[in-house]
Every structure is written in structure tokens, then in C-alpha cells.
């Protein structure tokens, strides 16, 4: 059972560069999330998609855009990156009605960007 | 103010010890509980759900204290295994709020 699988586990990035995070699920969930998790602070959600062609702000958008390519799968885009999105990112999913709260996280992406 | 705060600790116990701690969250009107766990540099997994009576799951007991806006996790006869991180998420309307974690770290 692979759950959900997210690329890259790592990645370096000068300041600027652009890069696409793919994350996709095989548990047939409705919603996926993207989170990112600095040292001191809880996860924020970054974006988030209640079913497959939906897509909407979470708490920390800005510098990020998303894609639902389809039930499955659920990119995150950094256009320009910044050293402030030097994070740890997960990518997520869940039931869409009952126990929507209940998040199969990914197993993350440390994103360094110099 | 953090919408949930926690202690960071670490929580340093030895093995087979109990260990507790809390949670405090600022929405009144927030609706549900849960306890996720956390090992290192590995991803969030959902420990248990906390519900209005206390429920417990084997060595994990969880409380909730509406009156006083926290939530408790208690681990009892602690194991090697048991050292991670606990993640306490609270839920509010279509949203999850996470505290930053509480770190355990069980030694021989």
C-alpha cells in the first residue's frame, strides 16, 4: 500500500529557480492538502483541494500555486523561490465528509533554498 | 496568541514510566480533538482522536477539558518506541489548527 507518495525527498534551490513538488494518492480520498512545517511552529496549510478540480488558499499561499492534475495527483509550484520557503513540505489527503480530519501525510520534501 | 500551544519539552522519562501532557487551543468553539505522532523527520500520523468522555488506546489516554480549552495525552509503561513527537490538532470550522509539538524521549 503506498498511500501517499511525494517527490522530491530533497531539493536545493538558488534563490529565484523555479520547482514543482508531485504528490499523489492511490486511497481514491477526495481531498489533498499541502502543508509546510517550520522548527517552532505547528503545520500551515498551504493550499488545499476539496475534490478533484477544486482548488483554494489555505493559510500561507503567497509564492505558491497548485494544480488538481486529477483525482490522484496534486502538484505544488514555487515560481520564484525565496529563502523564507526553506521548509519541510507535505503533501496530504483525506475523506472529503466523514473524518475529513483525519490527514495521510506523504513522507515530505526538505526544500532548502539559498 | 497560537490558536493551540504546547509544551515543547523534550520529556525526558525512563522506560516504563508515565508520562503527561497537555495541549491548550483558543477557539471555544472549536469542534474535535486529535493526537498525532511524529518521529524524526518523518511524516505526521494520526495517534488517536480525543472525544468529550476520555478515551484511551491502549498505553495512551486522552482527556479533553472544554471548560478549560486543553487537551491532555497521558503515555502509561512508556517504551523505546514510544519517543517521537505529539502533534496536537484541533479542529475548527473546515480547518485544522497543529501545535508546534511536544517532543518525549524514552531512555533505557
Known amino acids: 500500500n503506498a498511500g501517499v507518495t511525494q517527490t522530491p525527498k530533497f531539493q536545493v534551490l538558488k534563490t529565484g529557480q523555479s520547482m514543482t513538488l508531485q504528490c499523489a494518492q492511490d486511497m481514491n480520498h477526495n481531498s489533498m492538502y499541502w502543508y509546510r512545517q517550520d522548527p517552532g511552529m505547528g503545520l500551515r496549510l498551504i493550499y488545499y483541494?476539496?475534490?478533484?478540480?477544486?482548488?483554494d488558499k489555505g493559510e500561507v499561499p503567497n509564492g505558491y500555486n497548485v494544480s488538481r492534475l486529477n483525482k490522484r495527483e496534486f502538484s505544488l509550484r514555487l515560481e520564484s523561490a525565496a529563502p523564507s520557503q526553506t521548509s519541510v513540505y507535505f503533501c496530504?489527503?483525506?475523506?472529503?465528509?466523514?473524518?475529513?480530519?483525519?490527514?495521510?501525510f506523504g513522507s515530505g520534501t526538505q526544500l532548502s533554498v539559498l | 496568541r497560537k490558536e493551540v500551544e504546547q509544551d515543547p519539552g523534550p520529556f525526558n522519562v525512563p522506560e516504563g514510566a508515565t508520562v503527561a501532557f497537555n495541549c491548550t487551543y483558543s477557539?471555544?468553539?472549536?469542534?474535535?480533538f486529535f493526537w498525532y505522532r511524529q518521529d524524526c523527520r518523518k511524516e505526521p500520523k494520526l495517534l488517536m482522536s480525543v472525544y468529550s468522555s476520555g478515551n484511551e488506546d491502549g498505553r495512551f489516554t486522552a482527556q479533553l477539558n472544554r471548560a478549560s480549552q486543553y487537551i491532555s495525552l497521558l503515555i502509561r509503561d512508556s517504551k523505546l518506541s514510544d519517543s517521537a513527537t505529539y502533534l496536537c490538532v484541533v479542529r475548527g470550522d473546515y480547518k485544522l489548527s497543529f501545535g508546534a509539538g511536544t517532543t518525549v524521549t524514552v531512555r533505557a
Open positions: 496530504a489527503s483525506s475523506q472529503r465528509d466523514r473524518e475529513w480530519e483525519k490527514l495521510f
Open positions: 483541494s476539496a475534490s478533484e478540480g477544486t482548488t
Open positions: 477557539n471555544s468553539a472549536s469542534q474535535s
